[in-house]
């Protein structure tokens, strides 16, 4: 899926590849979700296809109802009861996000499927919550209500009433706003929920809360007598930390699809909590990788100065996960101008292999050394392709979910930082890895490689003893980092780049 299109591909522990909506879902709830928590088009026709090519419909005409509707209703009631939150048993409520907006083609059998499931599980046990936008044209500042309107007509028209209204808009919403909408919307005036504009994300649970959206949701579904009052206090705590910093550091990201944040959504999250964890701001600089190299330096001469000042101003710098060939020179100058001004480096994925054909050319003097996905014919392929599938077909070849790395010591910065000496539990998402014939030479010459999988032939993490802070994985640790739970090595990151690293790798190593 590219990354300008979909945003960040996000990657559950069982492989599944899926959008970046359930990355914020696992954040926000602290859950781990699977891929059959993600229901999509293609599925739900390929399921419905595989059954007639089975004969399950006994020669039947398929069509979108009743066989596509079925098969969308059946899949929300299977994946409903698989517990996600580590304890047994299915969940109390199940909550299904239907993308997309109200009248598109593509959503059509899925709402209709809503609509029959609605009135087979009864309406004690349904709340349907419709998401709108509540517009300010012009000079006038007026809040428009009519494009809400419309929806939830549409919405009706096709068998469904909402119970409730989320009403995004950048102010809040006023009274006689919100008693227009109930009025033409057929909704509670305690029903409309505003989310408007805040400091920071974190703020929306406290928003909703005090709104009562809780009441009313679980007032929908029958549950006020078995419900608990929300324990938001860790919440509130952040949300106000974050809004009083003061301090911020700055971080270089130096990548290939810059021009879309949102490619790069969970590090970008999981430096936020590393950063707060720290008491720091993120200040991060957005650096396309092409402008770093020599030929955006005759092209275009002030983003190639631009792409330099920011890199030299970077406390740390960070080389994310990407495919193919474009800005890769522009990393490798990158990673060597980190390596040799001690600058906090940590590089994820291509990141990794980035830093290790840098090293290769640099310190081994292996000029043409390269990765095979960038050039087939190198003399010296320092990264190869390792699949867990076929070789030839772009599909199902990935090395997907979560995989143990084995530290191959416990003095390593990565083993200190996970405080486990033995092993972490990561997710990966790559098909080229660092070539096991080349290990030997690269650890003579001093990169070690103190993370392996249980075969010892594929290389998870690498790191420079002889560099504050110098580290590479093979695997994505920004898809486990949680708000209050970051992740150990984005806070190694943050600590190496105000130089409190060793500090605090000290002082857990005391126990305190």
Known sequence: MSPFEHGEVFVLDDGGEVDLDLGNYERFLDVTLTKDNNVTTGKIYQSVLDKERKGDYL?????????????????????????????????????????????????????????????????????????????????????????????????????????LLACRSAQPLLDNTKMKLSQFCHVEAANILNIHDVPNIWHIPLLLRNQNAHHSILK?????????????????????????????????????????????????????????????????????????????????????????????????????????????????????????????????CLGMQISVIEYARSVLGLEKANSNEFDDETPDPVVIFMPEGSRTHMGSTMRLGSRRTLFQTPDCVTSKLYCNPYYVDERHRHRYEVNPDVIGVLEEAGLKFVGKDETGKRMEVLELPSHPFYVGVQFHPEFKSRPGKPSALFLGLILAARGKLEAYLTRHQNGS
């Open 220 to 348: 929908q579904l029958n549950l006020l007598s078995i419900a608990t009052p929300p324990d938001l206090e860790a919440w509130t705590r952040r949300a106000e930390t974050f809004d009083n910093l003061t301090d911020s550091v700055r971080i270089a990201m130096v990548g290939k699809y810059v021009g879309l944040t949102d490619s790069y959504l969970s590090v970008v999250k999981a430096l936020l909590h590393a950063c707060i964890a720290c008491s720091l701001k993120p200040s991060i600089d957005w650096i396309a990788a092409s402008d770093l190299e020599d030929d955006t330096a005759q092209s275009a001469p002030e983003a190639y100065a631009a792409a330099w000042k920011s890199l030299r101003n970077a406390e740390c710098v960070l080389v994310p996960g990407g495919f193919g060939d474009r800005g890769v020179s522009g990393m490798i100058l990158a990673a060597k101008y980190a390596r040799e001004n001690n600058v906090p480096y940590l590089g994820i």
């Open 59 to 163: 020669g039947k005409t398929v069509q979108v109802v009743p066989h596509i509707t079925d098969a969308i209703k059946d899949r929300i009631e299977a994946v409903a009861l698989i517990p996600v939150d580590g304890k047994e048993g299915p969940a109390d409520v199940c909550v299904i996000e239907l993308g997309g907006t109200v009248g598109d083609i593509e959503s059509m059998p899925f709402i209709e499927a809503l609509r029959q499931l609605s009135f087979s599980v009864g309406k004690d046990n349904f709340c349907l919550i419709h998401v709108s936008l509540i517009p300010v044209l012009g000079v006038v500042g007026e809040q428009k209500t009519k494009p809400t309107q419309h929806s939830v007509r549409e919405l009706r028209a096709l068998g469904l009433t909402p119970h």
